[in-house]
């Protein structure tokens, strides 16, 4: 049972965080919504009570756990901001403060009279793999534990947050309750029961998620086959989708997709679920260089080298290369204009080399963006990754030691438009080196897959 908490509504905590309203309750804690007083910045307050606790052990792994969460970065999970304790005379209390995500859970949606069609079911599911993908290929991976409609947040735009990981609240109930087994019924893996998680379960969970969006029933009310959740004797879904969801909540851990971009490449690509079917999930191998695809990959046993051709002109291209020579052609304007008030040489060559340069900055990015080459090299001692455009001394390029490369994937920026875009990243302890933007997801999966067996390889 939750006791009393110590704060009411108006409450100052720490001195900076002012308690508004309550987010939510449960038997590990209760989730304030409070404001900074400081910066005046709305975030989420989670409060745990460590009553009881027998040591400062103990205590360390809350502030592990909570060092772990403050350093994930991806768009889609709402930054940890600050974690802290506070005694009283009476009781021992830690906090985790946390961004707000914007929007409405989708249980909250769904109790409004929300609903979903199968299309919108499946890219709600993506977002969640495409987050679930940066989570599990960390080192170490980490598993949230606790998907469900109440942990994922839809803004109004569509875009999906994922929040109140289940880390933190493994080590309280472990800590405090000794092998209490955290998450929600209905959208538990059965190996979930058992005490083990794995990257696989948070993906039973999610599929547990997807049936209560088309069903607007709970998982656990669903009826069952075989200990398996019986979607199909409650919703009608096309023949693929129900085929993908099956894979998803697998009983059997080792009969459910593996990872999660697995689990993504077979939405994407249905009739790879015949290969995963027939071979099983270790199996599976769908990334293959797409036959209209112009990117060049040469490989050997100690090297690898990798030609991308230039972008081209396209409609976006074309968009780009028409604001180019209008920024340029308003900038000679400027120019000619300064050049006509008769300035002194001083003034004159300021105005040149501040606003031409503004111009000529703007020609070589459009230039390197359109025309340029991009090329990677690896071998056993060194990396290069460079851009060029075939015209004297329009080259840059970064680098360094091949030993420091820990891997490489795909992961998620945003454009100016403010809409997902992929990019290829290789990965050191300290830097990320990006390419690949305007590839095809086809041609950006088989090139990670085919440089990450290659670093693998170099690393055996």
């Known amino acids: 049972m939750l006791r009393q908490p110590l704060h009411q509504i108006g409450d100052l905590i720490a001195g900076r965080y002012r308690?508004?309203?309550?987010?939510?309750?449960?038997?590990?804690?209760?989730?304030?919504?409070?404001?900074?007083?400081?910066?005046?910045?709305?975030?989420?307050?989670?409060?745990?009570?460590?009553?009881?606790?027998?040591?400062?052990?103990?205590?360390?792994l809350f502030d592990r756990e909570a060092q772990v969460l403050s350093q994930l970065d991806h768009p889609a999970i709402p930054r940890y901001i600050d974690y802290f304790q506070m005694d009283t005379e009476e009781d021992r209390w830690f906090y985790i403060v946390q961004e707000l995500a914007p929007g409405k859970s989708l249980a909250a949606l769904v109790n409004q009279g929300w609903r979903v069609n199968q299309s919108e079911v499946q890219q709600i599911g993506l977002q969640?793999?495409?987050?679930?993908?940066?989570?599990?290929?960390?080192?170490?991976?980490?598993?949230?534990?606790?998907?469900?409609?109440?942990?994922?947040?839809?803004?109004?735009?569509?875009?999906?947050?994922l929040v109140d990981f289940g880390a933190v609240q493994t080590v309280y109930h472990h800590t405090m309750m000794g092998s209490t087994i955290v998450g929600t019924y209905g959208y538990m893996a059965p190996e979930h029961f058992r005490g083990k998680a794995v990257p696989a379960t948070d993906l039973y969970s999610l599929g547990a998620t997807l049936i209560f969006l088309l069903t607007h029933c709970s998982p656990a009310d669903v009826p069952q086959k075989r200990l398996k959740i019986d979607f199909r004797s409650v919703v009608q879904l096309d023949p693929d989708f129900a085929d993908w969801l099956d894979h998803m909540l697998e009983p059997a851990v080792e009969d459910r997709f593996v990872t999660a971009q697995d689990a993504i490449a077979v939405l994407r690509q249905p009739s790879a679920i015949q290969q995963l079917t027939l071979n099983g999930p270790e199996s599976l191998t769908i990334h293959h260089q797409p036959d209209d695809s112009k990117v060049k990959l040469q490989k050997t046993k100690t090297g690898l080298f990798v030609h991308i051709p230039p972008i081209g002109w396209r409609s976006d291209t074309v968009l780009t290369g028409c604001f180019t020579v209008f920024v340029n052609a308003m900038i000679f304007v400027v120019l000619l204009n300064v050049f006509r008030a008769g300035l002194s040489p001083l003034m004159f060559g300021f105005t040149i080399f501040f606003?031409?340069?503004?111009?000529?900055?703007?020609?070589?990015?459009?230039?390197?963006?359109?025309?340029?080459?991009?090329?990677?090299?690896?071998?056993?001692?060194?990396?290069?990754?460079?851009?060029q455009v075939n015209l004297p001394g329009c080259r840059y390029g970064q680098g360094g030691q091949t030993v420091d490369l820990s891997g490489i994937k795909l992961t998620t920026t945003y454009a100016s438009s403010g809409l997902p875009v992929k990019i290829c990243t290789l990965m050191t302890k300290d830097s990320h080196y990006h390419f690949g933007a305007w590839l095809s997801p086809r041609e950006q999966a088989w090139l990670v897959e085919e440089v990450g067996d290659f670093l693998r390889s170099q690393q055996r």
């Not at 980490?142 to 109440?150: A, E, G, N, T």
């Not at 109004?156 to 947050?161: E, F, L, P, S």
């Not at 031409?356 to 290069?384: D, S």
Request: charged share 15%; hydrophobic share 40%; aromatic share 10%.
């Open 19 to 60: 308690t508004q309203s309550v987010l939510g309750q449960g038997s590990s804690g209760i989730t304030f919504a409070v404001e900074d007083v400081h910066t005046h910045q709305q975030y989420a307050l989670k409060a745990l009570s460590l009553k009881g606790i027998r040591g400062w052990k103990q205590l360390e």
């Open 128 to 161: 969640v793999l495409e987050i679930l993908t940066y989570l599990h290929e960390l080192t170490p991976a980490i598993i949230h534990r606790d998907i469900k409609p109440q942990n994922l947040v839809r803004s109004d735009k569509g875009q999906i947050y």
């Open 355 to 387: 606003v031409g340069g503004i111009g000529i900055g703007l020609l070589i990015a459009a230039l390197f963006y359109i025309v340029g080459h991009t090329y990677l090299e690896i071998n056993p001692e060194y990396f290069r990754l460079f851009r």
